[in-house]
Each structure stands twice: as C-alpha cells, then as structure tokens.
C-alpha cells in the first residue's frame, strides 16, 4: 500500500475523530447543565448525586462515542471494499488512543474538578476518584485495543469479495491457458 494512501486514512480517521470529540464535548456540557438543572429543582444541588451523575455523564457519552467511532473502522471498509493492513490498524488504534484517552482524562480531571469545586468548594480528588479515573482510561483503552483487535481476525477470516476471487481464478485460468499454448507451440515444433 502507499504511503499516500496510509496518510490519506490516517487523515480521514484524524479528521473524523476531531469533529467527534469537538460534538463529544459539547454534548457533555449540555448534559452536565441538564443533570445540574434537575438536582437544582430537586434541591439536591449540593449532594454527592449530583456529582456522580455528572462523572456518569462524562464517561458514558464518550465510552458511547468511542464504540460509534470504533465502528468507523468497519464501515471504511466496506465502503471502499478494501481491507487495512494490520500496520495500519495499529496506526489506527494509535489515533484512537491518541484522541480518546487525552480527552477523557482532561473531562475528568478538569470539568469534574470544577463541578466538584462548585458544588462542594473543594477542588481536590481523593484516591477513590483519581482511582476512578484511571479505571476509566484504562477501560477505554481496553474498548479500543479490544476493537482493533477484533479488525484484525475479521480482516484474516474474511474471504475476499467474489469479483476479486474472480479476478484471481480467471487470472490462474488465463496463465494455465497460456502456459498450455507453450507447451503446444513447442510440441507442433517436434
């Protein structure tokens, strides 16, 4: 494969990623605001609920997101009827890694902080919650090498399409005619 086509997917799992994570995270926002408009009218403003349906809110929508994007993987290829090198995939994998794992971590370590700040006045996070947060990261990096991993067999199971094993058998019958005509060309010569 060339290079210009390994970059040019690179490239359009990058660009697919970042348009993604930029909805990601205004989707949380407005998903904070809501859970934060529910406590408020239940009173619950100030409770431990409030922040823990706030970290819900952050890890389930990008876990969410990751799986949707995982499947990003699938549909390229079906669509462009062509499978990814396995060098490829772990470029890809890299990608994913390299967006999702960052981001998730910066939503909890800053947007929790602060929500946390402002609900409790206390912006630091204790052992159960930054354990909390490396559970979270390690799951999604779990989902996504899970995932890539998946590609892989998929990839080395799947036959080809039937124009391609076409393509070959009709290849194999043309250099066994060819070969036959050889041999019969050699043959009239005797």
């Known amino acids: 494969m060339g290079e210009k086509r390994k970059k040019d997917i690179n490239q359009y799992f990058v660009k697919k990623l970042y348009d993604e994570l930029n909805i990601l995270d205004a989707s949380i926002y ?3 605001r ?3 408009d529910e406590a408020n009218t239940r009173g619950l ?14 890890i389930n929508n990008t876990i969410i997101s990751c799986k ?4 990003l993987i699938d549909e390229f290829q079906d669509y462009v009827n062509f499978k990814i090198s396995e060098k490829q995939i772990a470029e890809i994998e890299e990608i994913f890694l390299t967006h ?4 998730l971590k910066n939503k909890l370590e800053k947007t929790y902080v602060n929500q946390a700040k402002e609900v409790f006045g206390d912006s630091d ?4 919650e930054q354990h909390k ?4 990261i390690q799951n999604i990096k779990i989902l996504i090498q899970n995932k890539m991993e998946d590609v892989k067999i998929k990839n080395r199971l799947q036959k080809d399409p039937p124009s391609v094993r ?3 058998y009709s290849t194999l019958i043309s250099f066994t005619a060819l070969i036959v005509a050889i041999i019969s060309l050699f043959v009239k010569m005797i």
């Open 34 to 36: 809501k859970v934060k």
């Open 133 to 136: 947060i490396q559970t979270s």
């Open 45 to 58: 403003l100030k409770s431990g609920m409030t922040l823990n349906s706030i970290w819900d809110a952050i």
């Open 100 to 103: 999702y794992v960052p981001f």
């Open 166 to 168: 076409l393509s070959k």
């Open 68 to 71: 949707e994007k995982l499947n």
């Open 125 to 128: 996070l204790n052992i159960i």
């Open 30 to 32: 407005q998903e904070i």
